[in-house]
Nanobody
Framework: QVQLVESGGGLVQAGGSLRLSCAAS????????MGWYRQAPGKQRDLVAI???????NYADSVKGRFTISRDNAKNSVYLQMNSLKPEDTAVYYC????????????????WGQGTQVTVSS
């Protein structure tokens, strides 16, 4: 079994910063793409940023230049540095990772964390 645990959410004023962390644990041989998604009340879950195992990154247009995603493969972790936060960034942020759990099976399975609330006040 694999668990993803997020941390670092909270309440911040507009213009402030937060750093989200997500650590994967359990039966892990390797990780492929890791990413952050967010879901505001009444809206669908949307991609925020992803990072590949080779450290290529991709961002939603709404966060480009403000958010930075990074990963530490030795710690099976992914991070999201969020600067210049806006009220519209308010959402539950979810971590996602592609996990290979067996050396006998080359397939990757996607896992989600439980989510962490980010609230930006105006």
């Amino acid at each position: 079994q694999v668990q993803l645990v997020e941390s670092g959410g909270g309440l911040v004023q507009a213009g402030g910063s937060l750093r989200l962390s997500c650590a994967a644990s359990g039966s892990i041989v390797s990780l492929s793409i890791m990413g952050w998604y967010r879901q505001a009340p009444g809206k669908q879950r949307d991609l925020v940023a992803i990072v590949t195992s080779g450290n290529s990154t991709n961002y939603a247009d709404s966060v480009k230049g403000r958010f930075t995603i990074s990963r530490d493969n030795a710690k099976n972790s992914v991070y999201l540095q969020m600067n210049s936060l806006k009220p519209e960034d308010t959402a539950v942020y979810y971590c996602n990772a592609g996990v290979r759990s067996s050396i006998l099976d080359t397939r990757y399975r996607g896992y989600w964390g439980q989510g962490t609330q980010v609230t930006v006040s105006s």
